[in-house]
T-cell receptor
Framework: DTGVSQNPRHKITKRGQNVTFRCDPI?????LYWYRQTLGQGPEFLTY????????KSRLLSDRFSAERPKGSFSTLEIQRTEQGDSAMYLC?????????????????FGSGTRLTVV | AQTVTQSQPEMSVQEAETVTLSCTYD???????LFWYKQPPSRQMILVIR??????QNATENRFSVNFQKAAKSFSLKISDSQLGDAAMYFC?????????FGAGTILRVKS
C-alpha cells in the first residue's frame, strides 16, 4: 500500500467547465476526508465519508460540489460550473475509525493533493 | 466554533539551533486533541506530534516537543537542533469532532 493517492496532481480548466478528482485511500481505512487549501492558508474541511456513507458536509460545499464514495473504497469530488474562486489545492485524507483515541492511530494520512487552477 | 490562530506567518532559524512556533486556539471543550502537521513544498502533509488535552505531560517526538498550556489555550511547537529538512509550512490543528480545524500556518526557513 503506497498511502493515499490523488489524481490528477494538477488540473487547469476554463471557467464554467466541470472537473472531477479522484482519491484512493489506504485500503484498510474506513474514513475518507476532503479538504480545500487556498494559497497561504490552512486546509478547510469539506466533507467526510465513513465507508460509503457521507456523514458530514461543510457549508463550504456549495451545490456545485458533489462527493461520492460508491463502494466505500475510492472517492470522487466533482465541481460543476467551475469559478475562479474554486482555484485551490484539494486534499484527501483517510483514517481508521476512530482517529485520535487512546491507543488509536495518530490521525490522518494525507494525499499529495490535486491543484486546481480555473482560468 | 473552534478556531486556531498562528500569529507567525514566517520564521527563520539557523541550522542546529532551536525555534518555537506559536499556536493558540479557542474551544469550550475540556477534552480534545491538538496536532502539529508539517507540509514540505509540493509534498504531502505529515503528522509531527499530537497532544491529548487531558494529559498534563507535554508530548515529545525526538527533536520536536510541545509546550501545552491548557488554561491559556496555547500549544507551541519547539524544534531543537534544526535541520535543513525541517524547512516547511507548519500547521497547528484542533480536532473538532470528526474533522480538523487548521491554523493559517507558519513557514519555517532553515539557514545553513
Amino acid at each position: 500500500d503506497t498511502g493515499v493517492s490523488q489524481n490528477p496532481r494538477h488540473k487547469i480548466t476554463k471557467r464554467g467547465q466541470n472537473v472531477t478528482f479522484r482519491c484512493d485511500p489506504i485500503s484498510e481505512h474506513n474514513r475518507l476526508y476532503w479538504y480545500r487549501q487556498t494559497l497561504g492558508q490552512g486546509p478547510e474541511f469539506l466533507t467526510y465519508f465513513q465507508n460509503e456513507a457521507q456523514l458530514e458536509k461543510s457549508r463550504l460545499l456549495s451545490d456545485r460540489f458533489s462527493a461520492e464514495r460508491p463502494k466505500g473504497s475510492f472517492s470522487t469530488l466533482e465541481i460543476q460550473r467551475t469559478e475562479q474562486g474554486d482555484s485551490a489545492m484539494y486534499l484527501c485524507a483517510s483514517s481508521p475509525i476512530p482517529f485520535g483515541w487512546e491507543g488509536g492511530p495518530d490521525g490522518y494520512t494525507f494525499g499529495s493533493g490535486t491543484r486546481l487552477t480555473v482560468v | 466554533a473552534q478556531t486556531v490562530t498562528q500569529s507567525q506567518p514566517e520564521m527563520s532559524v539557523q541550522e542546529a539551533e532551536t525555534v518555537t512556533l506559536s499556536c493558540t486556539y479557542d474551544t469550550s471543550e475540556s477534552d480534545y486533541y491538538l496536532f502539529w502537521y508539517k507540509q514540505p513544498p509540493s509534498r504531502q502533509m505529515i503528522l509531527v506530534i499530537r497532544q491529548e488535552a487531558y494529559k498534563q505531560q507535554n508530548a515529545t517526538e525526538n527533536r520536536f516537543s510541545v509546550n501545552f498550556q491548557k488554561a491559556a489555550k496555547s500549544f507551541s511547537l519547539k524544534i531543537s537542533d534544526s535541520q535543513l529538512g525541517d524547512a516547511a509550512m507548519y500547521f497547528c490543528a484542533y480536532r473538532d469532532g470528526n474533522k480538523l480545524v487548521f491554523g493559517a500556518g507558519t513557514i519555517l526557513r532553515v539557514k545553513s
